[in-house]
């Protein structure tokens, strides 16, 4: 990765592009990976909210967003996008807008819209060569209406709708690959609980035209079911055990940005969040510990 500004965290976050004291919940993994991202981009930004969680973040007519911020449908955030930078670029054509006053356009969902409803449209934005960012805060469920599971959901997981049994019988959607396989300006996996890389990232895309795609593993103790305290730690075993690559795609080449000389066994992960508890108690499920343990085990043995 390119030499960046950014050595260590107090370089990071210099004045909030977020007004301090929002009212989420506490813990919230997908906010504190907003605020970061926020403070790097700037107020000169407008946010394109698809329906979610981060809605939340508003009370009408108010917003905790220094910059602009536009509410949209959960399946339109990207079409929204499209409009927006369309109507800047006009108003800078006509010499209506300051090219110093041009806003940087970011789209916000969670994975109920990545993954799912808004897939479209954030495709047809991609193949455009849309100027934009897009930001997935993935909770992995549906975590605004009660964490029912979504395409993020991974494998095992107990969710509002996978609550008995075995949990999730699917398999967590791989978005990275989909969006890269549209040849993006820019795309890259991130987490709060690595704020180092995840700030070198957004200031690397900055400098780049085009979509600039980034999904976050958001942390969520509501959904997940664990003390919020612990969120912090839940995203570093997210990536130490090898289950959430941090990883980016630049030029055609996926690059890993954090590659571990001996993963942590995915138990430490699972052990942590009450959504896994079934698979220990009353008794230990080891199939799906072992089924677990070898799509990351793949993953890693097929990078090499």
Same mark, same amino acid.
Request: one cysteine or more.
């Given at each position: 990765m390119a030499e960046s500004r950014f050595k260590n965290l107090k370089d990071i976050v210099t004045e909030h592009a977020i007004v301090p004291g929002t009212s989420m919940c506490a813990g919230c993994g997908g906010?504190?990976?907003? @605020?970061?991202?926020?403070?790097?981009?700037?107020? @000169?930004?407008?946010?394109?909210? &698809?329906?979610?969680?981060?809605? $939340? $973040?508003?009370?009408? =007519?108010f917003t905790p967003f220094k910059g602009s911020w536009l509410y949209t449908a959960m399946a339109s955030a990207s079409a929204? &996008?499209?409009?927006?930078?369309? %109507?800047?670029?006009?108003?800078?054509?006509?010499?209506? *807008? &300051?090219?110093?006053? #041009? *806003?940087? +356009? +970011?789209v916000l969902t969670g994975d109920g819209s990545?993954?799912?409803?808004? *897939?479209?449209?954030?495709?047809? &934005?991609? #193949?455009?060569? *849309? #100027?934009?960012?897009?930001?997935?805060? #993935? @909770?992995?469920?549906?975590?605004?209406t009660g964490q029912q599971d979504s395409s993020a959901t991974p494998h095992g997981a107990r969710t509002s709708t996978s609550a008995s049994g075995n949990g999730y019988p699917g398999i967590k959607k791989d978005l990275f690959s989909i969006w890269t396989s549209h040849n993006p300006?820019?795309? %890259?996996? +991130?987490? %709060?609980?690595? =704020?180092?890389?995840?700030?070198?990232k957004v200031e690397k895309a900055m400098k780049i035209s085009g979509p600039k795609m980034f999904i976050t593993l958001a942390p969520c103790p509501t959904g997940w079911h664990f003390e919020p305290c612990k969120s912090v730690e839940v995203g570093k075993l997210a990536v130490s055990t090898g289950i959430w690559p941090l990883k980016e795609y630049y030029n055609g080449e996926v690059i890993h940005t954090k590659i571990l000389k001996e993963l942590k066994p995915v138990e430490e992960y699972l052990k942590l969040q009450g959504r896994f508890s079934h698979l220990f108690f009353p008794e230990k499920k080891e199939k799906i510990i072992s089924e677990i343990q070898s799509d990351v085990d793949r993953y890693w043995k097929d990078l090499k």
């Open positions: 906010l504190e990976t907003i @605020n970061l991202f926020a403070d790097i981009l700037g107020s @000169n930004t407008i946010f394109v909210n &698809a329906a979610g969680c981060m809605t $939340l $973040l508003t009370i009408y =007519p929204g &996008a499209q409009g927006i930078r369309d %109507a800047l670029d006009i108003l800078i054509k006509k010499g209506e *807008l &300051a090219e110093k006053e #041009d *806003l940087r +356009v +970011v990545a993954y799912g409803m808004g *897939l479209s449209a954030t495709s047809a &934005a991609m #193949d455009r060569k *849309l #100027d934009f960012f897009y930001l997935c805060y #993935d @909770n992995e469920g549906y975590g605004n300006s820019y795309a %890259a996996t +991130v987490t %709060a609980s690595e =704020p180092l890389d995840l700030a070198k």
